[in-house]
Antibody, heavy 126, light 107 residues
Framework: EVQLVESGGGLVQPGGSLRLSCAAS????????MDWVRQAPGKGLEWVGR??????????EYAASVKGRFTISRDDSKNSLYLQMNSLKTEDTAVYYC?????????????????WGRGTLVTVSS | DIQMSQSPSSLSASVGDTVTITCRAS??????LAWFQQKPGKAPKSLIY???RFYSGVPSKFSGSRSGTDFTLTITSLQPEDFATYYC?????????FGPGTNVDIK
């Protein structure tokens, strides 16, 4: 069974840093692209960024709102995805979810965002 | 960036009703559109990918379609467990962007 479990959230002051983790199980983590998505309290979903697999150089993509402050990385040996968040702002307060880009179906379409974790809450406040 | 608009922002419906939610992309995204359901305090649940294809285990009461840059999610025979917020997502180009959501509540 595919499982994604986020951790590392908590209260941090503006300007501070935090590292979130997403522990994956039930699939060969190293073969998959992974995403971070966040949701501010009472607001909609916002895509944060993507980390590609090793054959694609572990390259990354980011939303403009976090580019230069957040870094996505992964440790395939630990089946884990990370989100390093620096220079945090109050507007970064949100529940952070990790999600998987799944396999291709029989027609070649990817099952993007097929599995989600339950999320971890990050609160940026003084 | 590709902008996603979604309508209506909220709707009230009764058990047994059929409802339709629309997302419009600001430019061509081909069929790179997904739909998600979210209940309060829960993670999103994936419903539809590639505009009209079902994720595993999603009942056929949910269906998606595309007409140019307009995408629709139709839910037939609404049941109490279907009352939730629904989001679309374009994954044609980075940065990926979600629609603002449609809240479906009980009339």
């Amino acid at each position: 069974e595919v499982q994604l479990v986020e951790s590392g959230g908590g209260l941090v002051q503006p300007g501070g840093s935090l590292r979130l983790s997403c522990a994956a199980s039930g699939f060969t983590f190293s073969d998959y692209y992974m995403d971070w998505v966040r949701q501010a309290p009472g607001k909609g979903l916002e895509w944060v960024g993507r980390g590609r697999d090793k054959p694609n150089g572990h390259t990354t993509e980011y939303a403009a709102s976090v580019k230069g402050r957040f870094t996505i990385s992964r440790d395939d040996s630990k089946n884990s995805l990370y989100l390093q968040m620096n220079s945090l702002k109050t507007e970064d307060t949100a529940v952070y979810y990790c999600a998987r880009r799944g396999d291709r179906d029989s027609s070649g379409y990817y099952y993007d965002f097929d599995y989600w974790g339950r999320g971890t809450l990050v609160t940026v406040s003084s | 960036d590709i902008q996603m608009s979604q309508s209506p922002s909220s709707l009230s419906a009764s058990v047994g009703d059929t409802v339709t939610i629309t997302c419009r992309a600001s430019q061509d995204i081909n069929t790179y559109l997904a739909w998600f359901q979210q209940k309060p305090g829960k993670a999103p649940k994936s419903l539809i990918y590639a505009a009209s294809r079902f994720y595993s285990g999603v009942p056929s009461k949910f269906s998606g379609s595309r007409s140019g840059t307009d995408f629709t999610l139709t839910i037939t025979s609404l049941q109490p467990e279907d009352f939730a917020t629904y989001y679309c997502l374009q994954y044609s180009a980075y940065p990926y962007t979600f629609g603002p959501g449609t809240n479906v509540d009980i009339k």
